[in-house]
Nanobody, 126 residues
């Protein structure tokens, strides 16, 4: 469904750019979200961007540090992560839901997200 890449081991304060390529479907008419799952914890939403939009929505924990974007021509979504912190350590994966549902409630429920990736691991440690 999705193939994520770009994760790795970085030190606090450094940056990473994650990519999420759709496979077997197009991003057209889909809202796209990034989620993350820290070790031994549940997955939580990070950001979401509606179809046709250029700016995303973000949870408070990443506002001002993370920027989500999408390039529908390349069938790819991105997550630029700056000023990384140890608490950002997690598996990051993306998901899609039909655009008529949009990003509404993306940070409260997985409902509507029908396509998921397997994730890419991000570790922030000194």
């Amino acid at each position: 469904q999705f193939v994520e890449s770009g994760g790795g081991l970085v030190q606090p304060g450094e940056s990473l750019r994650l990519s999420c390529v759709a496979s077997g479907f197009t991003l057209d008419n889909n809202a796209i979200a990034w989620f993350r799952q820290p070790p031994q914890r549940e997955a939580l939403a990070v950001s979401c961007i509606d179809f046709g939009r250029v700016t995303g929505e973000y949870v408070d924990a990443v506002k001002g540090r993370f920027t989500m974007s999408r390039d529908d021509a390349k069938n790819t979504a991105y997550l630029q992560m700056n000023n990384l912190r140890p608490e950002d350590t997690a598996d990051y994966f993306c998901a899609a839901k039909p655009s008529h549902l949009g990003c509404s409630g993306y940070n409260k429920s997985y409902l509507g997200f029908t396509r998921w990736g397997r994730g890419t691991q991000v570790t922030v440690s000194s």
